[in-house]
């Protein structure tokens, strides 16, 4: 089952404007219940540390050693998307399997980023 505070890599493909494109790790933040049923589960999507420089209230960087990704992460809270499950399944093997976690120290930072995005008290 896809849970909240696994990451995994997806595509992202189709987009359209400024949203992030091309397969990309992303964190579950919508909650198990709901992940539980078929519709869509809630996702921050990231992007190689590289790319991003600065720090802002509404990202939160780890390390690949903290989350086990390969490369260190910026996750970008202001880029929420909702996909279809079908989207977390490896397209070589078809399985569903996170490439890491976000430990709960972390989480609690994209928490706070998503209520700085989302104006919520």
Do not use: W
């Amino acid at each position: 089952m896809i849970s909240r505070g696994q990451v995994y890599f997806v595509d992202l493909n189709p987009i359209r404007g400024r949203k992030q494109a091309g397969r990309r790790p992303v964190l579950v933040v919508s909650s198990d219940a709901i992940n539980r049923q078929p519709l869509v589960v809630t996702v921050v999507v990231g992007t190689d540390a590289r790319n991003i420089p600065r720090d802002y209230p509404t990202n939160v960087r780890v390390t690949a050693r903290e989350t086990g990704l390969p490369s260190d992460t910026v996750f970008l809270c202001f880029q929420i998307r909702a996909l279809d499950p079908s989207r977390f399944a490896d397209p070589h093997t078809g399985l569903t399997s996170p490439v890491g976690e976000m430990p709960p120290a972390r989480m609690a930072e994209v928490e706070a980023a998503l209520k700085l995005v989302l104006e919520l008290s």
